[in-house]
Structure formats: structure tokens, C-alpha cells
């Protein structure tokens, strides 16, 4: 799903202060009937990932979190099982999880002799009934399964979807007869930047050489694309010479603008691959 | 351009000027020339002229013979010799020359000015009467009283007894070249030649500067340029008031014919009218303001060495100049720039000259030049040249000087000739008033060019001199050449054979060059963490890697931008990672990374700077197609700047040397400097040494072309490669030394001598140098050397060490005989290269003017190491018609001089036009290959990028024999068998017609028509020989490790370049083979292999059954997280799952779990972990179930049929651990206490199962019910859960099989237990 700059943004002003939950998906794909849903929610995701950096500091005042954690005792003394955090979170427009976690450190602080240690928040995160507080375990837990762009499901869903493209890619390559070597054995011959395939033998795709192919299960926007050209897309060429993105969650038409420099941006698996004739000139 | 000023016994070109008008006047008067004698002097004291202290200019460094002679006749170090002034004017050059003995400097120099009688006199003792004479009369300044150094007038007398054919010709140029031994034959000549032996030396310097005065009236500034500055326009037509000269219808020629003729004759002496007509014509010439006088402040060898043309344009500065860091290497554009300064001073002073505007009419009939560009240039007629022997005599000794590369630049003379041949009109000067006044028109005082005609023959004369030399220029040049009509009119003969020359040329190309730009790849055996010291220097790198080509880009984006600045651009952040190379190690490694960069990128034909071969199309659109190339070079001459920077441009770096140039200097690391050096050096030694596959004598000179042109392309990427290093290694290790502040002079250069000549060289080159020409090997090592050399500072080169070196190059150069061309010598065009990159060195300004002539008393000490071994590289034919060009792209100003005259006649003119051929209508920015066969070429390169460089060596070297074996194979089997049936097709023809006198060579057409088309099958069988050949050659020499892909891959290229290469030749010359072969009659019997099909490479794909058709983990977490999410609320009125999603959803888990193709560990885990609490939202019954109003609960027989497929997941499809005893944790077990009323059956049913089916122990379950107590409950919660825990204990510890179907039967049993 290639979109252009106009209909990305026209897209990314509708997201804009939507909380992450359940429900505004749902609203969302209502909006937009003809964009697929997986790039929609990547979208969603990137856009609202956007918007909590933007914010993230003014959450973490000690003010702030003094002020939510008063709110949440005061919720829970009136009704437990109401969804205190979850509405917290809502009404103060940052994510559920992020404010369950702001919460708990602040419940462990008060709690405990020591200040807890990211592990043990996380874990604590991963399994609420690890909390030692059964409301709060509830109301923590509530946040993480709401919340559809942080917590560590979010974050497995994330690993999976990219290990599942990876998956794919490689099936794809395999069925294409074309040879590789996976970040994996890159990195046990000991190199310093690993791309997920490299390959043994360069294909040419639309005229363009390709020695190396990332998959981005993810929508390709200018934030993030510039971010991976830093880390990533440029270090691969550095090295390794020109090679393919594959974001297949498409991405900003726009920024498929280094192709002659060696950076090929592509939605789905390349169709017309060239290969290095077998036959002879 | 046109002053040679290499006379150190001139103060001043108007000194030069004057005597040599009063040589050229008197030279034939007897009387004259023996007062002359009379005051010999010792003309070719070197110390005379430096020490006057009327030449400011003149330092000691520049002054020829103060720095040189006086080291090398006495061996002594300091610096001008000046200590031994009287001592040397005893005996100036007895150590030095190779005269006999008996011939003291004084009675031959004394000599040669009685010699005008051919009546030497014995008397020796008047001679150094004299001497002493002159050591005084040198005392004088010599600006002051012309007569005094009478240096001058030696040469001239010289040419004077040469012009008056005294001796041969051959003799005059074998004395200047040996002195006088060589003529011991002719003892006449060597009579008369050796009593000039003083003169000797001065010879060639004062005859190219008289050439180069004399030209001054055709020649005043070179080709037209366009008139920029507009004091220079109000100047344009010249000295309207000064003397009286030109041809009578100069005035209607002065001014366009727009202008009334009334009003220009009343004010045509005032400069005002006609500048404002000037400006109307903006493209016109700028014609001549004499400077002589004035030229004594100006610098003659920055003059000779800027740009005839025009000057390099000021919107491309030239960083050499412009450079904060001041390399002090002074170019064309600076020196240029005082000229024109000079030019307006004195075009403002020309009013007040000529104040008087009475004669403006010219007197004198001579030809004058046409002012307008639009206005036809001057015609040429050989039937008016006035003093035909004359200039065929000098041109035969100018010639001659060439041809024994007595001159220091051969393709400057050519220019200079060319210039000559393309003047377009003749310009008065002041000097030429006098000569033609005096009236004698065929004796030596007159000019030698009293006209264009005059010019365009001598011209014309020397190019028929030089035309072996012309004859291997390129097709562009030769074409130009043979179509000047002018040339045509002179000499058809000349223009004839360089019609044949250019229709014989043929464009050979060698090189086939990867596009450029590409990154250096990673190589784990050089670039892994075990290749550094620590993981923090191998991150930094990791770092420095990304940021170098950061850098990189940027600057390729950005560089051509108006008012960028690589400084102020990149120089931060090239220096802040620079200081984070810590370690040694740490700057090896980006050396390496650097100077890989460097040779990748600059190495190619396109990094080198615009090519110049005139008609390319037949050179690129040989192998492969690079049409990519091919575009790069169309932009970069739409890019690049028209002018060349003249036929001696400094050195310079040009496109993406820039870079790295630029690198350098911001980096300022000393570190980095030093590592770099180290690398490049030690890699010019390994390049330097390598062992190029030395040419085999073969048997036939046909086959062995396929491996020359392997053998010239690996010898040409070899040079280019080591010119590039050197050039680099030249610009780091001379840059401390230089600067923008002139050359030392004096003691202070003492200093700076002792100070520099301990410091060891950075690459011992003068050692390299020995060792190359000993070995035949002149030919790769000069090229770069010479590169090294450029970059030398002021110093450098009066060092002793690079002295030596060049003494080395001095001679190599003048053994260096073109015409010479015998067995075992160096190839015409291993010379040509070589005579032109010396020939460019010695006119970088920093190389010492002077060297050229007088460094040639050292070469006798060299002489005896630099006997060449027969069978070196040098007689081998590496060098091509483009390596030469590529190596030295100045030649192609010649072509760019001749293009000029082209558009100049064609009423064009402004500069240079490039004929640029368009090649596509698709726009420049994106060029896509798209051809599959440039596609595919690209593949190959691209192919080799990330793989150890010994793949691509070993590839291409079985391409390389291969594609050389086949066509030996195809030689032995096609031809041969044409050739049989050739002999036999003969024989038929022979003897049923009996003609015994047949005409053979039809015999030989007829059969070659019918044979030779059979040649076609030659490429056919070469296919299948490379075919059958490379692959397993490829294999026996690759690792057996080699994956089956690469391995194939490269069998592939091998077999398609065996095939390229092959067929290539063949389909060229199979014809010509067969002819020859045929003709020869020569057979050969070797059997032809069968061929085989090539093996093809194994097949990789996934062998598993599984269709992989199962739904995707992140898309079950999702779904789950969903249900997890809805149950856990909020939610909606509306919102829930139907019983038969959730069947689903676990029946693809289950898949998933099954195909696990797509599974990683994390996505497992949080499977197993979402399953466990959707066990324990079904046992507490909390899904929000779609459905009837009144049902929103899920019935029990469905929930155990759910919960049995979850406890068959969790035994027999999870591999990882499952988190069961979540299940009992107080969270989930809390789920039951909100249910009313709370239903405990299923959580027993779940337990009983996960024991049963070994999914947990009952210990284990005991254990969490245990601590279930400690959590807090409410009081009736704990009541049940206590009676669940004593229920699940009262369970028999061994399952059976009675009471699970009792169980299926009484499905409430459960509840009835927890209700109890």
C-alpha cells in the first residue's frame, strides 16, 4: 500500500489526540474503508508513537505523576473495579500502559525499602499477578490488553509480525531460487552491520542492483525511514553496496527518492527479479 | 606562452629583444662579428647573469646556473655557487661536457666568433686574455649597457652559421645533443662545431625563444577568447596612434562598417570612439599590447606554463589556488591575471604615447590584422611565403631538437607548431618596425615570419618532420588535422597521409572500468571484531565507517552547489571522527577504508576528469555497453568547464579526487597523514613490483592479441592505480612543505637545505626508480613517480636525493628517441606516454625552470645503471592510444586548438565548442540501465562487491585464459580445417584450369570469399568451448567451501566472459585470421573435444511437507489480545465473541503451533501465556459471550470442550514451557470470587485434567492452593476455595478412567461439590 505524501497526511490528521484503544481502531477502519487494516494500524501506531515522544516529559514531572497517582488511589478507594487507570490514561491522553507502568513504580516506591528495578517492573508488566496489590494487578492488567500501541503484547506482537515477514521473505527468496546468507550467519562470520538477507549472488530489481533485503513489517514514514536510513539503510550500503527495503506495510511514496543512489523502497516481494544470466552473452 | 625564458644569461626579455633584433641585423656582417669576438666574454658563464643585481626577479633557485652547474661541477652542496665564480670562469665546463680535452671553454668560445671565416685560430693565450676581460665587464649590471652579457649572441651565431649551411643539420642537432665526439667523422664540422662548443648548451633554449619571438606578432595571446574585463576592450584595436605600420586598407578594417567613415577617419587616433565600438563586439580578439618592457617583472615560467588558451574559468576556482592551506603552487590563472593587469597598464598608457594623431595611416604593405571576429581570417598561400630555404632550415633544426627531445615538452612544441598553423592574422609590433625598415627581406635580420604565410610553412614544414608523432593521436585530432584547409593548400602530400593515418586509426580500447561510487564492502577477514583490540575500537569503526560515507554523500550532493564549502560543510564532523580513531589499529583500518574509497572511485576513466578522445561512439559502445558510463561522461562534459587548462595544466584533482583531497586537509590529522602515507606507499611498492604477466614471444602474432589486450587492460589499471596513490602519497608528504609564500631564496634556503636534505624521502623513489629502468620498467614507473614529483614544493626538488632523481628522469627522457625504434627498445608508445608526462613535469612551476637544460652534466654518473634489460615491460606495447590520452588529457588540446580554427573560421567564436554527440533523449538524472545486457554486466560487477577480491581475480583470470585458449582452440580446429579445405579447393582450381601464371591474389579472394564466410561459426564454437571450459577451471581453483550460488555464479561470469572476450576477437579478426591462414596455407591437427553440457548449479529450497498455510502467531496474539481485552473490559453493550469464534480461535492455535514456521520463541511464550488466562477467564466463565439477550455465558459442555483443546494444546503442541500455575494464581483464581453464583466445576475439571494428562503434578497444584490462603479473600471466598482444596486432595492420586466417563455423564457433578 504505496500512499502518497497527501494521502498519508490526510490520513495521519484524523489520528491525531485518538486514544489507543479497541474502539478508535475500530472507528478508524469505519474511516477508511479502502486502506488495508494492517497499514492503518501500523500507521496508527507510528503516528501515536509520534505523539507520546512528543509528550512523554510532561507525564513524567513529578507533579504529574503525583497528581495521577493521587487520582488513581482516589479512583480505587471509590470503586476498584471500575477502570480507573484505563480512563486516567484516556483522559489524560497518554498511553494505558505507560501510565499503568508510571503507577506501579510509583505504588513500589511507596512499598517497598528499595526503588524497583526496571526487571522487576517489567516482569511485574509481563505477568500482573506479580503485583502484589490485587487492584492494582487488575487495573494494570486491564491497561496492558487495551492499550493497542504499548505493553509487552503490543511489543510481542510487533517481534512477531517482523520475525513472520522475515519468514516470509526468506520463503520467498528460497522459492525464487535465490541464494542468501540471514542476519544470523552474518553475524557469526563476525560482521558489523547486518541487514536480514544478504545475498550470495546480486539480483537486479526495476534496473536497480540489490545485494541486500530488509523487511520492515511496518509502514514506511518519513520519521521512521529516516531513522532506518541513518541506522540502518546507509550502513547496509556502506558496505555492502545497494540493496531493497521491503516495507509491507507500504510506505510514503515520496521517500523512494535513492534509488539511483541505491535504495530501492518496495511494498510487496519484487516481481520482476533480473537474475545474473545462466545464459551465456 | 610564447617566452621560452630559460637563458639564464638574459636579465630581460626586452634585453633578449634587443640583442637578438642586433644579432639578426649584424649576425652576417663580418665586422660586427668579430668585434664581437673581441669581447667574448665567457658566454655561457652561468653566474653572470643571476649575480646583476639589475634582475630582481631572478632568485638563485630560479636561476638556472647558479643553483645548478656550479653543484654539479664541483660537487659542492652550497647553494649558487657563487664562491666559485672565478674559479668556474676559468674553466666553466671542463668536468662537464664531453668536448676533448684540448678545447678549453676560453679558446673555443674565443673561437667560435672568428669561425665566421672558418679559419679557427691557434691562439689560446688571447683568449684568456679576454677572459679576464669579460669577468670584469660582468661586474656591470647588465640592464644597463645591452652590450655587456653577450650570452645571447652566442646562440644566435651558432644558428646564424647554420642558417648560413656551414655544417648539416644532422651534425648541428648531434653536437647539441653529444657535443662534438659524435662528429669525429666529419672533421670539418666537428671544426666548426666545436669551437661553438660554449654555445652548445644555450642553444635550444635561445633557439626556442626565438621561435617563440618571432611568433609574438602572429601569436600574441593564443586562440580567440571572448573580452571580458572592459579595460581590456578599450584597448582592442590595438595602438591606433602608435607607429606607422600595417597594410593600407587597415582603416576600413578598424572599425565595423557601421561606423561613418568621416568620423573615423577624424578620431581614430583617440581611443574613446573606438572602445565604445568595442563593446559592441564583445566576442572579438583581443589583440596584442606589447609588454616587453615591462616584462621584466613578470614570472616567463608561469607565463610558458598558464593556459594559451584562456584562463581557467574563475567560476571553477581552482582549489590549488583558492585553498586556505596555500600549496603555493602558483597556476596559469594567477600569472595570467598580472598579464592582463600588465596589459591594462600599458593600454592606458597608450593615449599619452601616442599622443600625435597624424599618421594613422599605415605605410607599410605587410598584412594586417582584421579586428572583427566576424571578419575573415587572414588566407595563407604558399606561393607567398618570402623566404623559403630559410624556414625550411629552421624547421629542419627545430625538428631535429624535437625529434632528439632536446626540447623539455614535445606536445608543447606541437602546440606551439599548431598555433602557428591556425594563426589568424599577423600583428605588427614595435620590434618588427625596425626589421622592416631595414629592408633586406631573405637575410638573417629580418623576422622569420614576415607573414602568415611564412608562419603556416614552417608550420606545415615541422608537422611533416613530426608527423610520426602526429600519426598516433587520436582519430578526433587526425581528422582536424587532415581537413585544415590550410595544411591541405601547403602540403597535400601531408594531408594525405594523415587522411590514411586517420582512416587506419583505430581506436583501441583497453579498459573496462566499474561504475564508480560503490562502497568499499565488508570483508569479515579484514574487517571482523577479531581484526580489532578491543569491542569498543570496533564499534567506533562500525561508527566512523557510516560517517565517513555520511560525508561522502554529502558531498556528492552538495560540492557543485554555489557557495558550498567543504570546510565549513563537513569539516567539523570529518575532524570530530577523526578524533575518535584512538588506537593505531583503529587508524589502519580507515586508511584502509580511505584508500580503498579512493582507488574505487577514482580509479575509473570517469573519475579521472572528461575524456578527450574526439570520437568516442566506436570506443563506447565496445564491451558491455556501458551506457551508464557513457552519460556520466556526457554530463560531466556538460559540467565540467570547456578548457582543459592549456597544454600544461597544473596538477590537479580532478571530480571525486576532490574529495579525498579535501578530506586530507580538513581532517588535519597527523595521524592520519602518517597511516596514509604508510598505506600508500606500501601499496605502491606492491603495485610497482607486481609481476605483469610479461608478453611471451609467441609463435603467431593473431592469437596473442586476445591476451594483449588482457595484458594492456591489467597494465593500464595498474598505472592508473599507482598514479593515483602517488599522487596522493605526493600531496601528503610534500603538503608541511608547502605554502603560499614564495620559494626561499638566499640563506635562508641554506637552511632549509640542511635542515631538509636529513630527512629520509617518504618512499624511496629514486631506489624504485633505479630498479624500474633496470629492469625494463620505466614504462609503469615513471607515470607515477612523475605524479609523486608534481606535488614537490620549492625545495624539494634542489634537494640532493629528488636532484639525482631528476637527473635520472633527464636522461631517461632524452634517450627517449621516438624515431629510434629497433629490437628490444621501448615501444613508440610506451615513449609517447612517457615523453609526456615528463615532458608536463617539467613544466610545474615548483620543478626549477633551469633544470631542463642544465642538470645534463649529472646523467653521466647514471648512464651506467640504466642499461635496460631487453625483455622488460618497456618493450612491450601496454600502452594504448587511451591510456595515453587518460594519463595525460592535455594532449587533447591539441585537438581543442584545431577545433577552435574550425569554429573560429566558421565565424564562431569565444572559446572552444566541444562537439558533444547527444546519446539519448532521457534525462541525465536517472539513468537505469536498460538494456539487459548493461543490466546484467552490472549484475557481474555487482556480483564480486561483498565477495573476497580473490573470487573476482579468479574468475576473471580463467575468463582471461580461457577466452585466450579458445581462440587458440578455434584457430586449430575451424581455421585448420579451412585451411585444408582451402588447400584442397586450390588444387581443383589449379589444375582443371591449368593457369599456371593465375593470378594468385584472386585465387586468394575467390577461395576467402568462399571460406571466410564459414568464419561466422567460429563464434558458435567459441560459445561452446568457454562454455565447456570455464566452469570447471573456476572450480578447481575456488575453496570447496564456496556456497553452491556463488560458486555458480561465478562459473557463470567465467564462462560469460571467456565468451565475451573470445567472441569478441573473433568476430573482429576470424576474417582476417582466415585470410591469413589461407594465404599461408599453414595447417594444424588438434582434435576438437565433444562438447558437454556445463553442470548446473544445485537446487536450495524448503524441503518440508507443511504448506505453511497456518494462520500467523502475531495475528493469534492479536485475536486473543482482543478477547483478553474484551473480557477484561471496558466494553461496550454490544461487544462480545461467539462460543464459535473461540472454538476457532484455539483450532488455529493449534495449527500455528503444528506449522510453527513462522513462530519464534517470544510469540510462543506469549501464546502460551495468553492461553493459560484464557483458561482461567473460561473456568471463571468472565468472556462476554455473543448471542440471545439472555445468554451471555457460555455453556459449561462448551467451555470443557474449550478447555480440552486448550489442555491437548498445552500438552502435545507447545514445545515451550507453558505458565500454568497462573491458572492458581491469586489473580485468576480472584476472577472466580465476581461470579454469582461461583461455579468451582470447571476449575476441578481443569485441575483433575492438567494432573492427569501430566501437565502438572498434584504436588505442584497443591503447592499454588496452598498459597492461595495467604492472599486475602473475601470471607465466604475462602470458605469455598479451602473445600476445592480439600475436594482436589481427596482425588485418588492415580487417575481413572471410571471416573472421568462418570464425570462426562454427570457433567454437574462438579458444581454439586462446590455447592456442598
Known sequence: MILTKAQYDEIAQCLVSVPPTRQSLRKLKQRFPSQSQATLL?????????????????????????????????????????????????????????????????????????????????????????????????????????????????????????????????????????????????????????PDFILQVPVAVEGHIIHWIESKASFGDECSHHAYLHDQFWSYWNRFGPGLVIYWYGFIQELDCNRERGILLKACFPTDIVTLCHSIA | LRRYKVLGSSNSDSDLFSRLAQILQNGSQKSRSTTQCKTPGSPHNPKTPPKSPGAPRRSPSASPRSSSLPRTSSSSPSRAGRPHHDQRSSSPHLGRSKSPPSHSGSSSSRRSCQQEHCKPSKNGLKGSGSLHHHSASTKNPPGKKPQSPQSCIRPAAARAQFESRQVSVAAVVRWIERSTQSLEGNPGEAAVLSALQPLRKEFVPFLLNFLREQSSRILPQGPPTPAKA???????????????????????????????????????PLARPVATLSRTKPSRRINPTPVSEERSLSKPKTCFTSPPISCVPSSQPSALDTSPWGLGLSPGCRSLQEEREMLRKERSKQPQQSPNPTCPTPELGSSLPSRAGSLPDEPADPARVSSRPRLELVALVYSSCIAENLVPNLFLELFFVLQLLTARRMVPTKDSDLELSLGGVDSLESPLFQSIHDCVFFAVQVLEHQFQVLSYLDKGTLKLLAENERLLCFSPALQGRLRAAYEGSVAKVSLVMPPSAQAVSFQPETDNRANFSSDRAFHTFKKQRDVFYEVLREWEDRHEEPGWDFEKGLGSRIRAMMGQLSTACSHGHFVRLFQKQLLQMCQSLGGAGGTVLGEAPDVLSMLGADKLGRLRRLQERLVAPQSGGGPCPPPTFPGCQGFFRDFILSASSFQFNQHLMDSLSLKIRELNGLALPQHEPSDEDGESDVDWQGERRQFAVVLLSLRLLAKFLGFVAFLPYRGPEPPPTGELQDSILALRSQVPPVLDVRTLLQQGLRAGRAVLTVPWLVEFLSFADHVAPLLDYYRSVFALLLHLHRSLVLSQDSEGEMCFMNKLLLLAVLGWLFQIPTIPEDLFFLEEGQLDAFEADTVASEHGLDSVPVVDQQLLYTCCPYIGELRKLLASWVSGSSGRSGGFVRKITPTTTTGLGAQPPQTSQGLQTQLAQAFFHNQPPSLRRTVEFVAERIGSNCVKHIKATLVADLVHKAESLLQEQLVPQGQEEGDPVQLLEILCSQLCPHGTQALTQGREFCQRKSPGAVRALLPEETPAAVLSSAENIAVGLATEKACAWLSANITALIRREVKAAVSRTLRAQGPEPAARGERRGCSRACEH????????????????????????????????????????????????????????????????????????????????????????????????????????????????????????????????????????????????????????????????????????????????????????????????????????????????
Open chain 1, 42 to 194: 501500523s500507521i496508527f501506531s507510528q503516528e501515536y508513537q509520534k505523539h507520546i515522544k512528543r509528550t512523554h516529559a510532561k507525564h513524567h514531572t513529578l507533579e504529574a505523576i503525583e497528581s495521577y497517582y493521587q487520582r488513581y488511589l482516589d479512583g480505587v478507594a471509590n470503586n476498584g473495579a471500575a477502570p480507573v487507570l484505563l480512563e486516567l490514561a484516556n483522559e489524560v491522553d497518554y498511553a494505558p500502559s505507560l501510565m499503568a507502568r508510571l503507577i506501579l513504580e510509583r505504588f513500589l516506591q511507596e512499598h517497598e525499602e528499595t526503588p524497583p528495578s526496571k526487571s522487576v517492573i517489567n516482569s511485574m508488566l509481563r505477568d500482573p499477578s506479580q503485583i502484589p496489590d490485587g487492584v492494582l494487578a487488575n487495573q494494570v492488567y486491564q491497561c496492558i490488553v487495551n492499550d493497542c500501541c504499548y505493553g509487552p503484547l503490543v511489543d510481542c506482537i510487533k517481534h512477531a509480525i517482523g520475525h513472520e515477514h522475515e519468514v516470509m521473505l526468506r520463503d520467498l527468496l528460497l522459492e525464487k531460487n535465490l541464494s542468501f546468507l540471514d542476519e544470523d550467519q552474518l553475524r557469526a562470520k563476525g560482521y558489523d552491520k547486518t
Open chain 2, 230 to 268: 572592459p579595460g581590456a576592450s578599450a584597448a582592442l584595436p590595438g595602438r591606433p596612434g602608435g607607429p606607422p605600420r600595417g597594410s593600407r586598407g587597415a582603416r576600413s578594417q578598424l572599425f565595423p562598417p557601421t561606423e561613418p567613415q568621416g568620423a573615423a577617419a577624424a578620431e581614430a
Open chain 2, 1109 to 1316: 498455510h497456518a494462520p500467523l502467531p502475531s495475528h493469534l496474539i492479536s485475536e486473543i489480545k482482543d478477547v483478553l481485552s474484551l473480557a477484561a473490559g471496558p466494553r461496550d453493550p454490544d461487544e462480545g465473541v461467539s462460543p464459535e469464534h473461540l472454538e476457532h480461535l484455539l483450532g488455529q492455535l493449534g495449527q500455528t503451533l503444528q506449522c510453527r514456521q513462522f513462530l519464534c520463541p517470544p510469540a510462543e511464550q506469549h501464546l502460551a501465556k495468553c492461553s493459560v488466562e484464557l483458561a482461567s477467564l473460561l473456568v471463571a466463565d468472565q468472556i462476554p459471550i455473543l448471542g440471545p439477550p439472555a445468554q451471555h455465558r457460555l455453556e459449561r459442555g462448551q467451555a470443557r470442550r474449550l478447555l480440552h483443546m486448550l489442555l491437548s494444546l498445552w500438552k502435545d503442541a507447545f514445545q515451550g514451557p507453558v505458565p500454568l500455575q497462573l491458572l492458581l494464581s491469586p489473580r485468576n483464581v480472584g476472577l472466580l470470587a465476581d461470579t454469582r453464583p461461583r461455579e468451582w466445576d470447571l476449575l476441578l475439571f481443569l485441575l483433575r485434567e492438567l494432573v492427569e494428562k501430566g501437565l502438572m503434578g498434584r504436588m505442584e497444584i497443591e503447592t499454588c492452593l496452598g498459597s492461595l490462603h495467604e492472599a486475602q479473600w473475601p470471607g465466604d471466598f475462602s470458605e469455598e476455595l479451602t473445600t476445592l482444596f480439600n475436594l482436589f486432595l481427596a482425588e485418588p492420586h492415580l487417575p481413572e478412567p471410571q471416573l472421568r466417563a462418570c464425570e462426562l455423564v454427570q457433567p454437574n457433578r462438579g458444581t454439586l461439590l462446590a455447592q456442598s
